[in-house]
């Protein structure tokens, strides 16, 4: 995510910003602008944006889309009209490192907090019939893998962040009977999967880093009835580490870091989140991928602004 001119960072409830925090523009001199990469293999794609919008709000914010190979695509944007949900911007043909960018609008009342970014469904004429999202989920229904995405390698600035939700994001698939569970004001999109043993099934996300040290979290929502000792297993193409986590318990923002993770670009990573032996009721609402340095032995901090990306259900966020 890149950043021109002024944005100021501000505070709100959970409820009605996607973690708490979204970027008000406070010039209106046309150059002020967020802008999203999105590098995402070739394909139809539904943008969404994430904003708490209100009277006094901008009205007619102007947002530009590049479809990464030679068109451009203006919308406009109706901030002014309360709400706190998403806004569909369309269905659109990508192709690799396609961008988004928001400009500020006239009153300074130009609010950026969230993109979604999810994989258009195939027509119903199309041979294969249609195609739902990476993850279909429905309550106590058992689901089979989802087939491997093609999968495009790609690295994050230092700060960035993308997020991957468990149900709709192409890198997730999962293997046994998982439930869909609704709560829409601590789930990234509302809702997210349950699982427990005695059956042991897995969430699985694919991880196509290029070269760089990456910080994996997982998100989820605690209680009393959760497992204590949830496996989870991070492979890169060099290493293999586990952790367990107990799920009683969580971070404030209910993202819990599950440590930083070094990604030689030659090969795909693998998070492994199983039920196995598991205690109680496990979780997976979403995962972040946060980059911490672009090379190995890289130890200086970027001055770019902190921001997120998500797409599929990946979302891009802004901090």
């Known amino acids: 995510m890149t950043v021109d001119g002024t944005w100021v960072t501000q505070t709100f409830s959970s409820m009605f910003s996607n973690d708490g925090n979204y970027l008000r523009g406070t010039q209106n001199d046309g150059a002020v602008s967020v802008e999203y990469l999105l590098p995402f293999a070739a394909g139809s794609y539904d943008l969404e944006l994430f904003f708490f919008g209100r009277p006094g709000y901008d009205s007619a914010v102007r947002v530009v ?16 009209v309360f709400s706190f949900n ?60 989802a087939p491997s995405p093609d ?13 991957i939700d468990s149900e709709t994001s192409p890198l997730v698939s ?17 809702t997210y999967l349950t699982g427990a043993a005695p059956d042991a099934v897995s969430v699985i996300m694919q991880l196509p880093l290029l070269e760089g040290r990456y910080q994996i979290s997982i998100r989820y929502i605690p209680s009393t009835n959760r497992a204590t000792n949830v496996p989870i297993q991070i492979t890169t193409p060099t290493t293999q580490t586990s952790r367990f986590l107990n799920q009683q318990q969580s971070s404030s923002d209910l993202w819990n870091v599950l440590g930083e993770f070094y990604f030689d670009g030659t ?49 891009v966020e802004t901090n």
Do not use: C, H
């Open 65 to 80: 889309l590049f479809d990464g190979l030679s068109t451009s695509t203006e919308l406009v944007v109706d901030m002014s």
């Open 174 to 190: 999962v293997e046994g009977t998982w439930t869909q569970n609704s709560f829409a004001l601590l789930s990234v999109d509302g």
């Open 86 to 145: 998403w806004r569909p911007l369309g269905q659109f043909q990508l192709f690799p490192y396609a961008t988004l960018t928001i400009f500020a609008g006239p009153s300074l009342r130009t609010v950026v907090d969230a993109l979604r970014v999810l994989p258009a469904p195939l027509p119903s004429s199309s041979p294969a019939a249609s195609i739902s999202p990476a993850v279909s989920v429905s309550p106590a229904a058992s689901v089979s893998p």
């Open 267 to 315: 090969g795909v990573g693998q998070l492994t989140v199983s039920t196995a032996q598991t205690d109680g009721i496990v979780v997976v609402d979403a995962f972040r991928l946060t980059g911490v340095t672009t090379k190995k032995q890289s130890l200086t901090v970027a001055t770019t602004p902190t921001g997120s990306v998500r797409v599929g259900a990946i979302r």
């Open 151 to 163: 999968l495009s390698f790609f690295s994050l600035a230092i700060g960035d962040s993308l997020i």
